[in-house]
């Protein structure tokens, strides 16, 4: 072996064994101390093995240092802060072992720029109670900073480096104790620390307490949320200036309560900040879901586990989950992950802890489904999510047709669990049919329904007529056919005043059997706009649809792209839309409707960041391309917007919507034959088929064509085109807005 002085030097240890740990590899260095990958042969797991680099394996306050590391942060237990497992020395190297993370530092993250808010947001709520919990312990880290973050592959964030924490006299708890001043580690008025990230007292050298942790989590957050350091120069005189004297430049792409936070946390007097870390989580988490619980009351429900061989059962096992989903989200205190984000999550093969990291909620419910003739054994259990530890499992073994009794047992009990006294919650709702074989059925048409193509459709619809054959008293079924042709209509596979008045029909059918159906008294609130025009009956459809289920997640989708949207009220909108966006995160079609209300309401560069997180979560979603191309075309760059619509034609298999906009910016970019070349394309394609109006409008709009975009504009109102919607929030219109023919546009839409 090396040897550096008569002892083992790091730099060499690659392929040794220290102690009972054989180094694999070397991780990284700094000025403080070289990590390698190592196998701990007793226990046989992984581990970091982070020893002190050549020429400082001599210096006594280096190893006083190490040593307080391990002493520091082993005091620690929790999720959100790296585990030292040993600390030792062999062949005169010391050493600390350490959980060994998989993942990127939160340095790297921010770089690479593709954090979004709400990831932003919970990670910060995260690394404050991981704070709160140093702080409550009596430490104080003093380097706190991206690269001293980890980011695990299932999206945990843990605290790297406590090397430089000290302890306090007593607990930095909450109130008082946390202001406690801690005297210098290394001597009054010596500076440690990472200057970009310190407090102001830090880098003066005065005596500190966990209150200037979170100025340096600020400063962390800032550069989160912007992708930039709140403090930064060209020296370090002018980094200290600012950091003494001048606040960071405000943000005004982030929410107005996000800033705030990330404003108290920068205030140069200690006394202004949050006096302590959870105060500040609790800030946070109020910025991911303003006004509602997110501690131990926020759950997340898988689909349910099939265990028979086949795909037989399989509908149920979805089933099973999305209507215990939809009776849990009655219970108001209760925040429910919506079905898309909590089904995709689950096949993401992460464990528990991660799953409810990436989600932001505390518990999970997950089971298993057998099916054997006429039987089903359904296993349940609820898990906690910081440790995945069982909050409640049981086994139920039933016969099929108390399926749907079962699921308000289910909810029942989770409701209990977490609420304590479900007296104070509204009775759990059942919408049992008369025949267990009509609800089968129904189970198998939203499995169908959910994977959203034109095949899949139909196949649903004859799910859903199926079941009210078999029961035609079943509201639900008619409320599922209504569903299907709104989206025929919505998306012109076939002529929108027929699809409408079709499904129309059918939710005033499921109504006449459920009048408590939320779901439904949202979808007719969403047809009496698309087909009458007619806004009070949907402002009162909508406040029943509310009332009924405040925390149903597409009840407020509809209601902010039906009932707010079109009388221009976008900022509304907006803000309600990231209240479903929070809810259900991977939604694809979340974020869509949130980045078109952003584009509505003037917002494209907030509109740009939605298309990325849209893409990101699927790089061939053609609506991510679209509404970059819409970004750019708001910003009135029509070059730009080109490509990416160019992008979102193709991927959609040249769809309608998309080449209105396609031909709208092509005109609008000088590209006027190509332009032509789609009005020609379009008028061929609609001899033989419904094609929306609003697409001619479109595309003349981009030519300057007024006296056409108006004739097809009034042909979109005549054949009910939901693209005429937003004709109060259009950005291209706004040149004919003192157009008499506009203002007779609105008032054959009652929005004049």
């Not at 790296?82 to 072992?97: L, M, P, R």
């Not at 079709?502 to 439904?520: P, Y």
Request: glycine fraction near 8%; aromatic fraction near 8%.
């Amino acid at each position: 072996m090396a040897r550096t002085g008569g002892a083992l030097s790091p730099g060499a240890l690659t392929g040794k064994t220290i102690s009972h740990y054989a180094v694999q590899d070397r991780l990284g260095s700094g000025g403080m101390a070289v990590v390698y990958r190592a196998q701990d042969l007793r226990l046989g797991r992984p581990v970091a093995l982070k020893v002190l680099p050549p020429g400082l394996v001599a210096d006594p306050d280096r190893k006083r240092r190490l040593i307080r590391e391990a002493c520091a942060a082993s005091a620690l237990n929790h999720p959100n802060i790296v585990t030292i497992y040993d600390i030792g020395q062999s062949d005169g190297v010391d050493f600390i072992a350490m959980e060994l993370v998989s993942g990127r530092t939160l340095e790297a993250v921010v770089q690479e720029g593709n954090l979004r808010l709400d990831e932003a947001l919970r990670l910060a709520a995260a690394l404050a109670d991981a704070l709160a919990a140093a702080h409550a312990a009596g430490l104080v880290h003093r380097d706190l900073k991206p690269s001293n973050v980890m980011v695990t592959t299932g999206g945990r964030p843990k605290i790297l480096d406590f090397g430089l924490a000290k302890p306090a006299a007593e607990p930095l708890g909450p109130g008082g104790a946390e202001a406690a001043t801690v005297e210098a580690m290394t001597g009054t008025g010596v500076i440690v620390g990472t200057l970009p990230y310190m407090s102001p007292e830090q880098a003066t050298g005065r005596p500190v307490d966990g209150r200037s942790d979170i100025f340096s989590f600020g400063a962390l957050l800032y550069e989160m949320l912007s992708g930039r350091r709140a403090f930064s120069a060209d020296n370090p005189a002018l980094v200290l200036a600012a950091i003494l004297g001048s606040p960071p430049a405000p943000l005004p792409q982030i929410p107005r309560d996000v800033w705030t936070v990330v404003d108290r946390c920068l205030c140069k007097r200690p006394e202004e900040r949050y006096q302590s870390a959870g105060d500040l989580k609790n800030a946070l988490e109020a910025c991911l879901a303003p006004g509602r619980q997110t501690a131990d009351a926020s759950i997340a429900v898988l689909p349910f586990a099939n265990m028979n061989r086949s795909q037989e059962g399989e509908h149920l096992c979805e089933g099973l989950a999305e209507e215990i989903i939809n009776a849990l989200t009655l219970i108001p205190e209760l925040r429910v992950m919506a079905r898309t984000s909590s089904f995709l999550v689950g096949g993401m093969n992460l464990d528990v802890c991660e799953m409810c990291t990436r989600l932001g909620v505390s518990t999970l419910l997950e089971g298993s489904v057998r099916l054997a003739g006429t039987r089903v054994r359904v296993t349940a259990q609820l898990v906690r999510g910081c440790d995945g530890s069982h909050l409640w499992s049981e086994r139920y073994d039933r016969e099929l047709a108390d399926v749907f009794a079962l699921e308000d047992e289910i909810a029942g009990k989770i409701a209990a669990r977490l609420q304590g006294d479900l007296a104070k919650s509204p009775a759990l709702r059942t919408r049992r049919p008369a025949d267990p074989s009509a609800y089968q059925a129904y189970l198998e048409g939203r499995y169908h329904f959910a994977r959203g193509t034109g095949e899949a459709l139909t196949r649903a619809r004859a799910c859903y007529e199926r079941a009210i054959a078999l029961d035609p008293e079943f509201a639900l079924a008619y409320d599922g056919i209504a569903e299907v042709f709104w989206y025929l209509g919505f998306y012109g596979a076939m002529p929108p005043r027929e699809a409408f008045s079709i499904s129309t029909w059918n939710a005033l059918q499921a109504l006449e059997r459920d009048e408590s159906s939320a779901e439904a008294h949202a979808l007719l609130g969403m047809l009496r706009k698309e087909l009458d025009y007619n806004w009070p009956e949907v402002e009162r459809e909508f406040a029943l649809a509310r009332k009924l289920n405040p925390g149903s997640a597409i009840v407020r989708l509809r209601y902010a792209v039906c009932g707010l949207m079109p009388h221009g009220r976008t900022e509304e909108a907006v803000e309600m839309l990231r209240g479903v966006v929070a809810d259900d995160p991977l939604s694809l079609f979340a974020h869509w409707w949130l980045a078109a209300i952003l584009g509505l309401d003037r917002q494209p560069e907030a509109m740009h960041e939605e298309a990325d997180r849209m893409l990101e979560l699927d790089s061939n979603y053609f609506f991510g391309h679209w509404a970059r191309g819409t970004a750019f075309d708001g910003a009135g760059r029509p070059e730009e917007a080109v490509p990416a619509f160019e992008r979102a034609f193709e991927l959609s298999g040249h769809s309608a919507f998309t080449m209105g906009y396609l031909g709208r910016a092509l005109g609008c970019a000088g590209r006027t034959d190509e332009a032509r070349e789609l009005l020609a394309r379009a008028a061929t394609l609609s001899r033989d088929a419904y094609w929306p109006p609003m697409v001619f409008a479109f595309i003349h709009t981009g030519l300057g064509e007024w006296d056409s975009a108006f004739e097809w504009m009034d042909k979109a109102i005549e054949t009910r085109d939901p693209f005429i919607m937003p004709i109060k929030s259009y950005h291209f219109l706004d040149p004919v807005r003192s157009d008499p023919r506009f203002a007779v546009l609105l008032q054959k839409m009652n929005l004049g």
